[in-house]
């Protein structure tokens, strides 16, 4: 009997050992590892704060700083620091002086990152000031936990439970965003339940903002511009109707009564069927207004979504411009008009959306989706870095050379209340948070950015990994360049030369180039954007065309318009280009197009190869994983090709080059494809 | 109206000329086009014989020889050219000369087909005799239309319909077997039906033996060896029972009274549950010698199948060998056993079945299956030429060096009564008649092998090309190649080096290495032919296994049980062999099965690439279906590879050499799939 408790005791241990190995990738980026009490005993870390957000950055450094004494101290008049912090050398060890208390919170993950990534602190110094001064997500999460265009499991809001039960993970979520500089979060989908803001409702957000406090992050919600009517039983939601007025007013109040560093409110009106105040003949700024209004007392913000088209004869992708650019100057100063990266909708690749700069007195923010809508789920390992840093980059010209998306909207060339940035999570219940261990990194890759669009998609690549999963040189270098080429690749198998929305209806995960409903908007039509026909395919937005050129500054109009100016990896967004028309590689469109399409497959194959050849760097759970995810990649990469291939040479009527690999599907049968996806989880 | 009339008589015209332009295979290789009225009078076709089949010859020469003046003579004295013919110059032209009126048809068509190739006939002369005597289809077709491991449609033979209504597919298809010179077809499957045996069906079979008749063809049947007492009523079958023996006698009189030229039977019996003599303690010589003594006066054959094999300990590969050669010099002279060309059953590669040459005083004949049970069924390309030859070619060392299994098999080496070679149909109701394009080729071959074995692969599909699709020497010389390639390449992508019968089960189309039913008979699982471990892989059938090599003459004895000297395309087969045996490439034996599987694959995408080009050459019907079957060869050559990779990989645990294309599959989907195929159509 002895024996075979032993042998069970024995059997126990072994199982708890190798259970507390399994890695799920819940740990995301932060592996610190807890410090010795010998470790402990041999520095000491000190702060004459007792803010709750300053204790929580000693508490951290407490538990994992290893190296040389530290002292935390606020400087309230060290303003140019923002949000952020100085780290510089004392007579004890290093000194982290901050403004604020979250500078000293953000200065110990620092400090705590590059002890992991072996940094030498012997003459250590920098300084570290935030771009934005709001670095938002926004989570697209419904009340009933699915989550729109969500791929990583239902909503981490469990709100049935709240105010009650506190899951640990709102707790885990709020440390991970602070980590890399997160300071604001926009709870529900923009296509908001009106019950957001119930009392019951705003009781359990309460909770959740009790608990973000501390990691200096600050909660915003969504709302539903009929919210008054809906929810207050006003006979309507006009926003110069003063008991709509007196509605928002009071229910602001309740807001920050509850939860005194409330953000703001994200409002998505009059656009895909949400109500607005052109319901009742207004413009966006009388209804942005009439909240900025109301919010104003508390300092709170409204964020304006310019994500907004009507199925006109007017090109989709001028319409943001054309409703917002009269508005200018008309919006009050905590009123921000949050613009997507592009003018259509975050495809895997635009151009920047016109919009930006457009309007000289109205403060703007991007918006990006860190959640991959367009770019294969959570299925596809796509880094976005480059994308973000691409848009980012972007001259607008709007005052003058070097008037980057970037600097447009991060206050530097026009003073701003608060400069901000946003992006749609691809974070969920899941295990390892995002679905794919590699969205890990986009959500990373945002928040580094949102702190510091100077950083390159290497530098952010670079640390993810090293923090992530391995610190060799061999690793690092190789799946770094993998996470760098992979957004080129998913523009390559899915859309090259840009080609855009030729998604599958509704859920945008495969191809359907051939999409047509009868009763669909022509505006979420794949024909709408492709125009393919037997002389040519893309959209003409020249001045021959829909003019959208037209919207942007010079010199762009110019290069844009030209087709023999204009960036090849546009120029099916402003062109439609004969099927023979020579390409500056020689070959003629028909096979450059066939030439993207197979290169995008023969790249997602070495992506399996390399990932393959990562066995040994990594434990064998998230390997196996990932490995699993690239072969759907690899197999949905040959669709792509085959699907878009075969359904445009219908038009070309060319054969596809036979240098190139042939197709294994039938376009026949590809066209009856439907998957059972929703557009939310 | 007038012009409305007008217009639809153009539109009807325009849609019969597409209409006849169709070409959905059905022609296969005889495209004979009719000759002018000028071309009739520019030459003379004679005949002295009133031969129903000499005036079938006359028929087609009159309706397509364009050349030089013809004469048809039957020379009874010129026995040596059997079933064959002379052609030699005359003062008139040419003078075709046959034994045998069929020998005028046998060279009607060769002057036909020699036409459509161009052959200039102006001192033309050549001697053609069959190296078999009878040259034989055998049909696994029910009685129910169903067709036993059959993927060409249902049954030619509507047995409903029959013998009232006559399809004028049984002509067309007497004229095609007799074109390439086959002249017997068994109707019937070998798990025969005792129903084919009653009058009701025999009245219907000899409705078909008077069509084939003028072609030359006389009709077999597989008889079920219980047909006494299932359909005449007796207490056993017993073939020692007088009573027995007595039905059987009256039965066959009766099938020779309705069919005088009838050629015999073909029994499965003790094999894969039928019924046989072994049921009453009889031999296989008691059970054929009975039938064979009854059918004797009529000059008709049994064909005894040697395919036996029971779920015993013993090799099942060397079961065959076991039973039948004690049984040597007991059969009559009118008996000949039917021996399948490998010894466990028409895998992609075996070495020759060890008892060809074994039985020194019984007639033997060779057993091809030419649909293509283990060859991806009639998806894939497979041209089996190449696969004949290997085993007609293979020398048996039986009668000293040179004693190949065709010659051992055609007299050339043992006189016999009647030499013969079966190959089991691929033909049904399609109206390509062989489901792929391609599988026209494998009828085509097996009846020029049949008719000469000496021909070559190439040669045969060179002719089969230039018949079937184009005479355009770019076409037929870039075809060929693929053709002569492709049964290699089959052998790669689902069992290199000696692997086999590791199939799905029952259906045998996809990979199922891992297949395993608790309920099922061992010598039916994947396991028991791979016998894959921590180890190795492959059946040892060495002297230190099960010593099937025993069985073989020597040297072939010592090369095949000599680990270094067994070729290393039959390995597997002969031994088990350790992952990391050096193969003479240098590589691992892991690494060598990870290269085969994925050349295998690469060659059917080349195959894909290879046909793309040909559509010049080819109308489009015929193009796009073959097109359309490659790209399933392509997906399954993946599958096939992933499936046994991954599987393999489980005990090998090594990596797959990384200079290799990843897998797309998982091993636990793909153990999943369960296709819903039956083993017949």
């Given at each position: 009997?002895?024996?075979?408790?032993?042998?069970?005791?024995?059997?126990?241990?072994?199982?708890?050992?190798?259970?507390?190995?399994?890695?799920?990738?819940?740990?995301?980026?932060?592996?610190?590892?807890?410090?010795?009490?010998?470790?402990?005993?041999?520095?000491?870390?000190?702060?004459?704060?007792?803010?709750?957000?300053?204790?929580?950055?000693?508490?951290?450094?407490?538990?994992?700083?290893?190296?040389?004494?530290?002292?935390?101290?606020?400087?309230?008049?060290?303003?140019?620091?923002?949000?952020?912090?100085?780290?510089?050398?004392?007579?004890?060890?290093?000194?982290?002086?901050?403004?604020?208390?979250?500078?000293?919170?953000?200065?110990?993950?620092?400090?705590?990152?590059?002890?992991?990534?072996?940094?030498?602190?012997?003459?250590?110094?920098?300084?570290?000031?935030?771009?934005?001064?709001?670095?938002?997500?926004?989570?697209?999460?419904?009340?009933?936990?699915?989550?729109?265009?969500?791929?990583?499991?239902?909503?981490?809001?469990?709100?049935?439970?709240?105010?009650?039960?506190?899951?640990?993970?709102?707790?885990?979520?709020?440390?991970?965003?602070?980590?890399?500089?997160?300071?604001?979060?926009?709870?529900?989908?923009?296509?908001?339940?009106?019950?957001?803001?119930?009392?019951?409702?705003?009781?359990?957000?309460?909770?959740?903002?009790?608990?973000?406090?501390?990691?200096?992050?600050?909660?915003?919600?969504?709302?539903?511009?009929?919210?008054?009517?809906?929810?207050?039983?006003?006979?309507?939601?006009?926003?110069?109707?003063?008991?709509?007025?007196?509605?928002?007013?009071?229910?602001?109040?309740?807001?920050?009564?509850?939860?005194?560093?409330?953000?703001?409110?994200?409002?998505?009106?009059?656009?895909?069927?949400?109500?607005?105040?052109?319901?009742?003949?207004?413009?966006?700024?009388?209804?942005?207004?009439?909240?900025?209004?109301?919010?104003?007392?508390?300092?709170?913000?409204?964020?304006?979504?310019?994500?907004?088209?009507?199925?006109?004869?007017?090109?989709?992708?001028?319409?943001?411009?054309?409703?917002?650019?009269?508005?200018?100057?008309?919006?009050?100063?905590?009123?921000?008009?949050?613009?997507?990266?592009?003018?259509?909708?975050?495809?895997?690749?635009?151009?920047?959306?016109?919009?930006?700069?457009?309007?000289?007195?109205?403060?703007?923010?991007?918006?990006?989706?860190?959640?991959?809508?367009?770019?294969?789920?959570?299925?596809?390992?796509?880094?976005?870095?480059?994308?973000?840093?691409?848009?980012?980059?972007?001259?607008?010209?709007?005052?003058?050379?070097?008037?980057?998306?970037?600097?447009?909207?991060?206050?530097?060339?026009?003073?701003?209340?608060?400069?901000?940035?946003?992006?749609?999570?691809?974070?969920?219940?899941?295990?390892?948070?995002?679905?794919?261990?590699?969205?890990?990194?986009?959500?990373?890759?945002?928040?580094?950015?949102?702190?510091?669009?100077?950083?390159?998609?290497?530098?952010?690549?670079?640390?993810?990994?090293?923090?992530?999963?391995?610190?060799?040189?061999?690793?690092?270098?190789?799946?770094?360049?993998?996470?760098?080429?992979?957004?080129?690749?998913?523009?390559?198998?899915?859309?090259?030369?840009?080609?855009?929305?030729i998604?599958?209806?509704?859920?945008?995960?495969?191809p359907e180039p051939w999409g047509?409903?009868?009763?669909?908007?022509?505006?979420?039509?794949p024909?709408?954007?492709h125009?393919a026909?037997?002389?040519?395919?893309?959209?003409?937005?020249?001045?021959?065309?829909?003019?959208?050129?037209?919207?942007?500054?010079?010199?762009?109009?110019?290069?844009?318009?030209?087709?023999?100016?204009?960036?090849?990896?546009?120029?099916?967004?402003?062109?439609?280009?004969?099927?023979?028309?020579?390409?500056?590689?020689?070959?003629?469109?028909?096979?450059?197009?066939?030439?993207?399409?197979?290169?995008?497959?023969?790249?997602?194959?070495?992506?399996?190869?390399?990932?393959?050849?990562?066995?040994?760097?990594?434990?064998?759970?998230?390997?196996?994983?990932?490995?699993?995810?690239?072969?759907?990649?690899?197999?949905?990469?040959?669709?792509?090709?085959?699907a878009c291939?075969?359904y445009f040479?219908?038009?070309?009527?060319?054969?596809?080059?036979?240098?190139?690999?042939?197709?294994?599907?039938?376009?026949?049968?590809?066209?009856?494809?439907?998957?059972?996806?929703?557009?939310?989880?």
């Amino acid at each position: 009997m002895l024996l075979l408790r032993l042998r069970l005791i024995v059997l126990y241990l072994c199982f708890s050992i190798v259970n507390s190995h399994a890695e799920d990738g819940r740990k995301l980026w932060l592996r610190y590892i807890k410090v010795s009490d010998q470790q402990a005993l041999n520095r000491t870390i000190k702060t004459t704060s007792n803010h709750p957000v300053a204790q929580q950055a000693k508490q951290e450094l407490d538990n994992y700083w290893k190296s040389t004494n530290l002292q935390l101290t606020i400087n309230r008049k060290a303003t140019n620091l923002k949000d952020g912090f100085r780290i510089q050398q004392n007579k004890n060890g290093l000194e982290l002086i901050a403004q604020h208390a979250v500078g000293l919170l953000y200065g110990a993950y620092h400090l705590l990152n590059e002890q992991e990534l072996g940094r030498d602190f012997s003459s250590y110094q920098i300084e570290e000031i935030p771009s934005f001064d709001i670095r938002i997500l926004n989570h697209w999460d419904n009340l009933d936990r699915t989550v729109e265009r969500g791929y990583a499991g239902y909503s981490l809001w469990k709100w049935e439970e709240l105010p009650i039960q506190i899951s640990p993970r709102y707790e885990e979520y709020a440390r991970a965003n602070a980590s890399i500089g997160i300071n604001a979060t926009v709870l529900n989908n923009v296509n908001a339940s009106p019950q957001i803001l119930s009392s019951e409702y705003l009781n359990k957000v309460k909770v959740l903002a009790d608990i973000f406090r501390k990691y200096g992050i600050k909660v915003y919600l969504s709302v539903n511009f009929s919210s008054p009517k809906v929810i207050g039983g006003l006979k309507d939601s006009d926003p110069l109707n003063k008991d709509v007025q007196h509605w928002w007013k009071h229910k602001i109040k309740e807001v920050y009564q509850l939860i005194p560093d409330f953000g703001g409110f994200l409002v998505k009106a009059n656009s895909e069927g949400q109500p607005g105040p052109q319901d009742y003949g207004r413009t966006h700024a009388d209804g942005a207004n009439m909240l900025a209004d109301e919010m104003k007392p508390y300092g709170g913000m409204i964020m304006w979504r310019a994500f907004v088209y009507n199925p006109t004869k007017e090109d989709r992708a001028k319409q943001a411009y054309q409703e917002f650019v009269p508005l200018d100057n008309q919006f009050r100063d905590n009123v921000i008009v949050q613009i997507k990266n592009g003018p259509v909708d975050f495809q895997p690749r635009e151009p920047f959306t016109s919009l930006f700069g457009a309007m000289k007195n109205t403060a703007q923010m991007i918006e990006f989706q860190i959640t991959q809508e367009y770019l294969g789920f959570s299925n596809h390992l796509v880094y976005l870095a480059p994308l973000f840093k691409e848009t980012l980059d972007s001259d607008t010209y709007a005052d003058g050379v070097g008037s980057t998306v970037a600097k447009i909207t991060d206050g530097t060339l026009r003073k701003v209340q608060k400069s901000a940035i946003a992006g749609v999570a691809n974070i969920g219940e899941d295990r390892n948070w995002t679905g794919h261990h590699f969205g890990q990194a986009n959500w990373y890759a945002f928040g580094r950015l949102a702190w510091n669009h100077q950083l390159s998609s290497e530098e952010i690549a670079d640390e993810w990994l090293r923090l992530t999963f391995s610190k060799e040189k061999e690793f690092v270098h190789t799946m770094s360049k993998l996470m760098i080429d992979s957004r080129e690749t998913v523009v390559n198998y899915m859309m090259p030369m840009g080609l855009h929305h030729i998604f599958a209806f509704d859920h945008h995960y495969g191809p359907e180039p051939w999409g047509d409903r009868p009763s669909g908007r022509a505006d979420w039509m794949p024909w709408y954007y492709h125009n393919a026909n037997v002389n040519g395919i893309g959209f003409n937005r020249t001045i021959s065309g829909s003019n959208a050129v037209g919207q942007y500054n010079e010199p762009l109009r110019t290069i844009y318009n030209n087709i023999d100016s204009c960036p090849e990896n546009l120029l099916l967004w402003f062109h439609h280009v004969s099927w023979n028309h020579k390409m500056k590689s020689q070959r003629t469109l028909w096979d450059e197009l066939c030439f993207y399409y197979d290169q995008g497959v023969q790249e997602v194959r070495e992506f399996q190869r390399t990932w393959d050849q990562m066995e040994k760097y990594v434990d064998a759970e998230r390997f196996n994983a990932v490995q699993s995810k690239l072969k759907i990649q690899s197999k949905d990469a040959v669709w792509w090709k085959d699907a878009c291939l075969l359904y445009f040479q219908t038009f070309s009527r060319q054969p596809i080059p036979y240098s190139i690999e042939r197709p294994i599907h039938e376009l026949e049968e590809m066209k009856k494809i439907k998957l059972p996806l929703k557009h939310h989880n």
